[in-house]
């Protein structure tokens, strides 16, 4: 039977991948790579931990996808979970650190959703 919370998960988790791979390549990782004020290895290893974030992604869409087909998956779902709301949270942290309303990322809203979607997951 389809865990519905996990699958919502999974569409959620791709969708904040498409933001973050289309929208994000456009608005941060190029503007990124044009400063002239970092070091090149400052550059080139934060352009590195985007595309660790890119693969995270993929990885979690993946395992809600596996998690709501496959009750035995489950813990796959929990640890996503986890994944996502940490993931909002440091990214609320880092905003209020910059000075920057935590809204004003999309990773903010995006991962709370994907963790919403995945406590309805767990509750089922």
Do not use: D, Q
């Amino acid at each position: 039977m389809l865990n519905a919370g996990f699958a919502a998960a999974s569409v959620l988790a791709l969708l904040t991948f498409t933001v973050h791979t289309f929208v994000g390549g456009v608005y941060v990782v190029r503007p990124l790579l044009a400063v002239e004020g970092l070091s090149r290895a400052s550059r080139w290893l934060n352009y590195y931990c985007w595309h660790m974030t890119t693969l995270t992604l993929l990885v979690m869409t993946a395992m809600f996808a596996y998690s709501a087909l496959e009750p035995a998956a489950r813990g796959f779902g929990v640890l996503f979970t986890a994944l996502a709301a940490s993931f909002s949270l440091l990214c609320i942290a880092v905003a209020i650190k910059g000075g920057v309303r935590p809204w004003r990322f999309p990773a903010t809203g995006l991962f709370a959703a994907v963790a919403a979607a995945g406590i309805w997951g767990l509750s089922t």
